[in-house]
């Protein structure tokens, strides 16, 4: 008892629960695109996550952002970016879980025992205990649970992570993209691969061969272009060869440099045959650092856990990746994956805001019951519950599209969903986190305790549809997917399964084909990616979500029976269907 008042009808904050075992609708989503998955690992994860000694990690290592150290005491130039305790035990988590190179190679040498893992105290004096969190019994992808589709594991556990603190995932998946794209100097990733799919997380900056796990970045953007990296001016010039391939010299900048701490980054550069791809580390063979200049820090928006810099290049040694020239295909191959994350992290996002609203309104009471009983927030939250669901249905589809590249089908399918899921769950993300965070009132506003949460998330929700390609690009993306395969066949095959189940579904399927073989203009592309992307999504619902959801989704986005805004659902939704299905508890 307060000296003035009882503190009273404040909802206890969403924390000791089990991430995955509650997400129906991404259990669903992935006993419908890999039936085969042994989720126990994911059911582990999903512990450590949703607990509240990890939501503090997540919280301090936001409040405590990284710090640019370009000089040591002494005058000598480091370049090194200090960051909290937490963010560290949050890549260890994350690394430990196989969320960078899991799909790519096989399991890590010495992989943690079952049953056995490594703790991860608090700094002293924060949280609610001082206690310790037992890991994984065993890395996502290893022993049981790969089974045939690795990528749709590893998605699942991305997803999952984004939940708990999305700013740490930025090194993970530019370590799952560009780990594939080694390949291409085979010494290179003889030397670094093994190291980049490892489960073990080393921070120290020290030469790779005495590190036993690897993270890499990407220095693709430069001030004058931005997405426009035919523009760049940043210049290679050819040093000779050594056991690495063909050696060069970099000099120039890159504007966008994220997690500057990884091992290593792949960056483009300019030689006679035009943009080209270079291997550039951190510390050179001889031990020595390379001339990698950290300008500063990004003081961004959110992602603040996640350093960003602008650095320069002086004369900075790099080695040949795939052949001169072919710099941007070989970017495009690589912004596949980041895509990919994109969208898969902003549906995380979304699941997130979704469960913090529903758990506040069913604690909250107002106007005299629960605000969750409400009409009008129960549209509202039915409606959200609409969205987020649709998001994981689509993100997930995408991510079993990557674990069947041999099959010309899904070849396809990714090709095509990747923009337009990148676009489409992206664009959505901020209106979705607002009117989440609205659910929560002044409560949702404030960066204080645990629903301080929803604020993180609501700055956190534009970086994904910024980063690896806005809106504008993507749109351009699906153009020049249109022309390079059969789409309209494709898309007719995923829309099948859903034939006659909806008539607003099926008056839009009937139209697309038309409409992606005249798509020879910008104009209209980003429609066209908005359409396509709610088709998909209403006939991936009807396989995998029970009726109320497929139904209540083609009524609202196809039909027309809908606002301008969540929560314009008609009279005639089965809310108390939609709403138990998404609940957090």
């Not at 390949?183 to 093994?194: F, H, L, V």
Request: hydrophobic residues 45%.
């Amino acid at each position: 008892m307060d000296l003035t008042h009882e503190v009273f009808n404040q909802p206890a904050p969403l924390a000791g629960y089990n991430l995955f075992e509650t997400n129906r609708p991404l259990r669903d989503a992935l006993k419908f695109n890999a039936p085969q998955l042994d989720t126990a690992e994911l059911v582990a994860l999903g512990t450590v996550l949703g607990s509240a000694d990890m939501q503090t990690h997540a919280r301090l290592a936001n409040v405590h952002t990284p710090q640019l150290h370009s000089h040591d005491r002494f005058g000598r130039r480091v370049d090194q970016v200090e960051f909290h305790p937490s963010y560290h035990v949050l890549m260890k988590l994350a690394i430990e879980a196989g969320l960078h190179g899991t799909p790519w190679g096989s399991p890590h040498p010495n992989p943690l025992p079952r049953g056995e893992g490594t703790d991860h105290p608090l700094p002293s004096g924060e949280g609610t205990a001082a206690g310790e969190i037992s890991l994984l019994p065993l890395p996502l992808g290893e022993g049981r649970g790969e089974g045939s589709s690795p990528h749709t594991l590893r998605a699942a556990g991305f997803m999952l992570f984004t939940e708990l603190e999305p700013s740490t995932l930025c090194p993970i998946s530019m370590t799952y993209a560009v780990t594939p794209a080694l390949r291409s100097n085979a010494a290179i990733y003889a030397d670094w691969g093994p190291k980049l799919m490892s489960r073990a997380y080393d921070p120290a900056l020290k030469l790779w061969r005495d590190k036993p796990g690897l993270t890499m970045g990407m220095g693709m953007t430069e001030k004058q272009g931005g997405s426009d990296v035919r523009a760049n001016t940043t210049q290679a010039v050819a040093d000779g060869s050594d056991a690495w391939g063909q050696r060069y010299r970099l000099t120039g900048h890159k504007w966008f440099v994220s997690a500057p701490m990884c091992d290593a980054f792949l960056v483009l550069a300019q030689t006679p045959a035009g943009l080209t791809c270079f291997f550039l580390p951190r510390v050179l063979p001889d031990g020595s650092l390379n001339a990698i200049r950290i300008q500063r820090l990004k003081d961004k928006l959110g992602n603040k856990a996640n350093a960003s810099s602008e650095v320069e290049f002086h004369q900075a040694t790099a080695w040949l990746v795939g052949d001169e020239g072919r710099g941007v295909s070989q970017i495009l191959e690589m912004g596949t994956m980041t895509r990919l994350d994109c969208a898969l992290g902003t549906s995380g996002l979304m699941r997130q805001a979704l469960a913090i609203a529903l758990n506040h309104t069913s604690q909250r009471q107002a106007f005299g019951k629960r605000l969750i009983a409400q009409p009008l927030m129960r549209n509202v939250l039915a409606d959200l519950a609409l969205e987020s669901e649709a998001a994981t249905a689509l993100a997930i589809r995408l991510a079993r599209a990557f674990d069947k590249t041999g099959d010309a089908q899904e070849a396809v399918m990714a090709r095509l969903l990747t923009p337009i899921a990148k676009f489409w769950i992206c664009k959505r993300g901020s209106h979705f986190a607002q009117e989440a965070m609205e659910c929560l009132g002044g409560n949702g506003y404030v960066e204080e305790g645990g629903e301080g949460i929803m604020a993180r998330i609501y700055r956190e929700m534009p970086v994904n549809s910024i980063w690896e390609g806005a809106g504008n690009i993507m749109a351009l993306d699906l153009l020049r997917a249109l022309r390079t395969a059969d789409v309209v066949a494709a898309l007719a095959q995923e829309l099948s399964p859903a034939k006659g189940a909806h008539p607003a579904l099926d008056r839009l399927a009937a139209a697309l084909p038309a409409r992606v073989e005249d798509m020879a203009t910008e104009v209209e592309a980003r429609r066209l990616a908005q359409d396509v992307a709610l088709a998909v999504q209403a006939a991936l619902l009807h396989q995998s979500a029970p009726a109320a959801v497929f139904s209540a989704f083609c009524d609202s986005r196809l039909a027309g029976n809908w606002g301008q805004a969540f929560g314009t659902l008609g009279a005639g939704t089965d809310f108390d269907s939609i709403i138990a299905r998404a609940m957090p508890h």
